[in-house]
């Protein structure tokens, strides 16, 4: 039995651990901290186009999408939307045609794949749009994304406001303190007895998505079939309750396939000298106490990009990587790092580790370093993925690809 070391506990690492123990392998995953998913929206993007699956012809060759192929983009989309519906939170979307949807901050977002509470809210389809504005909620101001949902062409007819019964009030309350009080059927009848008098000609309501965490579909359902109305939700400002109930399905279907899991611990490479070099023999584990050594057959990097330790910015301007310290090529003048604005391109987010088709890191030379290690998702060069939306589809697809190298 093959035993593969993945480390990182974001979306690549844990659906790389699910498809890895899927095909027989023996998984030890290990992460230091948790991966970004609290801080996405919790969909799919692939890429910012009205059809991502027409444009990825038109991506460069070191493009992730283009090293991996449309075939293993297809079937890491459809294994990951089988294991979200099994755990019974389905998507929907589709690779031909992206759907829109509001955002916190009254911007229209395209994305490809979301889940059904979400894509409730495409506003290429459906009836007017009334939303909802729990009184002491942080960071989301329904009259704010009605006037700028405006400016992008997209009416909101009205907003209401509706109460909560006793919001958290002894500090700031964030999505998950929402999320978990929907969780509690009593909170939910008195709700929904004191909304019911508020909603008449509402057909389509836009929540923040705090409707659970544990059991979103059905109390989602609950409230449309009790309010008799249309409810989809939309993403908030992290954290970010639909990229939690992600993380945790994912967290869950890793450890019921056997996956190890190693929470609260750095790795560093160990490289095998009896090959001359040429394969890692697995990692060093720095956890309290003492460091532990780890063997492997394989080692798949899923450690994100700059922004959360895969790589490292040192004193002396070189960007490190954080596990085997393969080489991460960027421009020399860290002030280059940064595009002029927020909105601009971010020479620093397309800054990684270059791969082969296989996901095998390569060196200077473009050779791959060691046979038997992989890489995928945000650590990977050859991409902006915030500014192209393409950060969860090249996270599915080329962490679905290094599995399938890794076991081959
Ligand atoms: C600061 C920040 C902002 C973000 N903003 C957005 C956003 O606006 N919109 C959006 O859609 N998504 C956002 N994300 C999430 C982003 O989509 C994902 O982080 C990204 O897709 C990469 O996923 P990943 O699984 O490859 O890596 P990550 O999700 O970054 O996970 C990396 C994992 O590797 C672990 N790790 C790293 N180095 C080591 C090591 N040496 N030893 C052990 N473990 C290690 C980390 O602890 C973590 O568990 C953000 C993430 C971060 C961190």
Redesign the pocket.
Known sequence: MTHIII????????FASIVAADRGARVTT????????S???G?I?VLDRSSPSRSLARLPDHHPYKLVGKVNLKDSVSDFRDLMLHAGYPFAGKLSKSMSILTALGSIKRTSFAPSGIARGDLNSGGPITLGQFSGFRDFYPSMIQKRASKNGVDIAKVIDLPLLEPPDRRDAYPTDYALLFEDSEWREEIIRMWRPLLPGVKRLGLPAVLGVLNHCEIHEELEDLLGIEIFEIPTL?PSVP?LRIERILLRQAQALGAKLIEG????GRIDGRSRGKRVAGVVLHSTGRPIQLDADAVLL????I????LVAQQDHRIRE??FDLPVLHPTNRSDWVGLSLFHRQAYASTGIFVNSRMQPLGLDKKPMFKNLFA????LAGSD??LEGS??G??LATAYCAVNEALR
């Open positions: 480390i990182g506990g974001g979306l690549t690492g844990l290990i992460f230091k901290g948790h991966g970004g998913l801080l996405s929206h969909c993007d992290p990229g611990a750095g790795v560093i899923a450690t994100g990009g922004l959360n330790g895969g954080s596990v995928a998702g945000g650590l993925r915030s950060r969860q090249i996270d």
